[in-house]
Each structure stands twice: as C-alpha cells, then as structure tokens.
C-alpha cells in the first residue's frame, strides 16, 4: 500500500471519529506514517503522539482478553459481589499494576480494588 492511501485512510477513519480503525492503520505503518506526519490531521497526529510515547514506554497495550477482565470486575463491583472481584483477581495480579488497566475500571472497582489492597490509592 502506498503511503499516501495510507495518510488518506487514517484522515478519513479520524474524520469518522473511528478513533480505534485510524489507531489499527497507524500501528500496522508506523515507521512510514512517523516520516510523514506532517500529512495527519491533528487527532491523527495525537494518536499517533500517544502510540509513539506508550511504545518508548515500553509498556504493552492492554488486550482484548484484559479488557475484558476489566470490565468484568467493574460488572461485579456495580453488584458489590466482592467474592466474585476477587476469584478474578486471582491470577490477574500483574493486569492491575499496569498504568492503563486503571482507565478501564469504575469508580466503583477502584474503591473496592483500593480497599482489597489490590491497586494503589489514586
């Protein structure tokens, strides 16, 4: 695929707000869309700020499979079945340390998880 398909696609799917399907272009191309940043529109060039600093980070991006224990815990959480918080946060001790996992809880979870000792106090 050309670059310049490329720089059109991510404009258009950003134009769209389908912020997920310009994220998955940029991430397939990113050495050739970093070269040629100057074409993106400024959410783009955003996105593409954020995927640039988490990759320097060195921190992997949440899974599908994650997010699904996340929501899964705030599910639980909005039920206050705590017993059931903490059968799934068994052997997910290291999804909870990760910096991003804490976006993708509730309020709820996190004053729960907070008070189990399982995250850190925000």
Request: hydrophobic share 40%.
């Amino acid at each position: 695929m050309d670059i310049k398909d490329i720089i059109s696609k991510i404009n258009k799917t950003v134009d769209a707000l389908e912020f997920t399907t310009a994220r998955k272009y940029i991430e397939e191309n990113i050495e050739l869309v970093n070269q040629n940043r100057v074409h993106l529109k400024s959410n783009a060039r955003e996105i593409l700020k954020f995927l640039n600093e988490q990759l320097e980070s060195g921190e992997q991006p949440l899974t599908k499979a994650e997010i699904n224990v996340l929501n899964t815990l705030n599910v639980y959480a909005a039920r206050f079945d705590i017993r059931s918080m903490k059968r799934n946060i068994k052997g997910n001790e290291q999804l909870l340390l990760k910096k991003e996992s804490i976006n993708y809880l509730s309020t709820d979870a996190r004053i729960f998880l907070e008070s189990m000792g399982a995250i850190g106090k925000q």
